[in-house]
């Protein structure tokens, strides 16, 4: 265990473990995501004449993790909002949504 500034040779280059479940999670949710925005067209050709060089895979998998984000911080909000609607003053319902 040492900061990553004191890591030589092959433990500086140790690339972060992260469940495989977790990591087939968040990619199909990123592509569930991606499919549905509305304006992924706009985004690639946006994207293909601001950044020339960047293949399409690169910039679908940007998009990916924009609309992947974005839901993200959308569910965030919605969360937050009902947290403080007037209905999690009921019981019961605190019950039903313990979030």
Same mark, same amino acid.
């Given at each position: ?10 433990? #500086?280059? &140790? ?5 495989? %479940?977790?990591? +087939? ?6 592509? /569930? ?21 960047? #293949?399409? &895979? ?5 998009? %990916?993790?924009? +609309? ?6 959308? /569910? ?24």
């Amino acid at each position: 265990m040492a900061a990553p500034s004191q890591l030589t040779q092959g433990a #500086a280059l &140790g690339k972060e473990s992260l469940d495989k %479940k977790k990591k +087939a999670y968040w990619l199909k949710r990123a592509e /569930e995501e991606y499919e549905k925005w509305g304006k992924k067209e706009e985004f690639r050709n946006w994207m293909a004449k601001k950044m020339p060089t960047l #293949a399409m &895979g690169e910039i679908d998998a940007i998009g %990916k993790t924009l +609309a992947l984000q974005k839901a993200i911080k959308i /569910e965030q909000n919605l969360q937050k909002m009902f947290q403080h609607s007037f209905m999690m003053k009921d019981k019961k319902l605190k019950k039903l949504f313990p979030f």
